[in-house]
């Protein structure tokens, strides 16, 4: 697996670090707010788990899956596998995503989620990625973790093909990987 990288973009101590910067952001924004944080499945379990633990206030935990990205380019085409379970009604909510990328998948979640009446809907997102971004979308993340070049990255959660999400790093996959 380790041999199929061929950078490593971001080691863990990168992410840890500015995980806990963004934590302190975090916690101040949501103070008294008891904000619902919900995770795009599923490659945000990795940032998600250790993100939320940076934010120490009262919040509730919620998770949506939606499909679907084939391979290494974005189909454009989304749908609701799994949709939250609480109530969003007058809550702030925080969407976390592991990757900005074209941006299809967080326009069609945020427009989902809007359209449940939140008091407040804001985006953080582990890496962005502007360059890959699909022309006429305009959505801004609030809380970016890194700006990354048009690479095609995995682990820390970021699959090709369901594999190398448990890598502790992001990395940028090896040519010949894709060929497997
Ligand atoms: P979008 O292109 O912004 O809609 O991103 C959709 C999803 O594609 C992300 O949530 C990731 O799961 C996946 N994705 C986009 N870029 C990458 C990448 O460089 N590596 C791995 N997955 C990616
Ligand atoms: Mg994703």
């Given at each position: 697996?380790?041999?199929?990288?061929?950078?490593?973009?971001?080691?863990?101590?990168?992410?840890?670090?500015?995980?806990?910067?963004?934590?302190?952001?975090?916690?101040?924004?949501?103070?008294?707010?008891?904000?619902?944080?919900?995770?795009?499945?599923?490659?945000?379990v990795v940032?998600y788990a250790d993100?939320i633990r940076?934010?120490?206030?009262?919040?509730?935990?919620?998770?949506?899956?939606?499909?679907?990205?084939?391979?290494?380019?974005?189909?454009?085409?989304?749908?609701?596998?799994?949709?939250?379970?609480?109530?969003?009604?007058?809550?702030?909510?925080?969407?976390?995503?592991?990757?900005?990328?074209?941006?299809?998948?967080?326009?069609?979640?945020?427009?989902?989620?809007?359209?449940?009446?939140?008091?407040?809907?804001?985006?953080?997102?582990?890496?962005?990625?502007?360059?890959?971004?699909?022309?006429?979308?305009?959505?801004?993340?609030?809380?970016?973790?890194?700006?990354?070049?048009?690479?095609?990255?995995?682990?820390?959660?970021?699959?090709?093909?369901?594999?190398?999400?448990?890598?502790?790093?992001?990395?940028?996959?090896?040519?010949?990987?894709?060929?497997?």
């Open positions: 697996m380790e041999n199929d990288i061929q950078e490593i973009l971001l080691t863990e101590e990168q992410i840890q670090q500015r995980i806990r910067e963004l934590g302190e952001e975090l916690t101040k924004e949501y103070e008294g707010k008891d904000p619902v944080i919900v995770g795009v499945l599923k490659g945000v940032f993100m940076q934010i120490k206030v009262p919040c509730q935990m919620d998770f949506m899956w939606i499909s679907s990205y084939a391979g290494t380019c974005s189909t454009g085409k989304m749908d609701v596998k799994r949709d939250v379970s609480v109530d969003l009604k007058g809550r702030h909510v925080l969407i976390l995503e592991d990757i900005y990328d074209t941006g299809n998948s967080l326009d069609f979640t945020y427009k989902h989620l809007m359209s449940k009446e939140p008091a407040s809907l804001k985006i953080c997102t582990l890496l962005d990625k502007p360059s890959g971004r699909k022309p006429g979308i305009t959505l801004q993340a609030d809380y970016v973790g890194f700006t990354i070049p048009s690479a095609f990255v995995v682990g820390y959660g970021l699959d090709f093909d369901e594999h190398y999400r448990n890598l502790p790093y992001v990395g940028v996959l090896k040519p010949e990987a894709y060929e497997k």
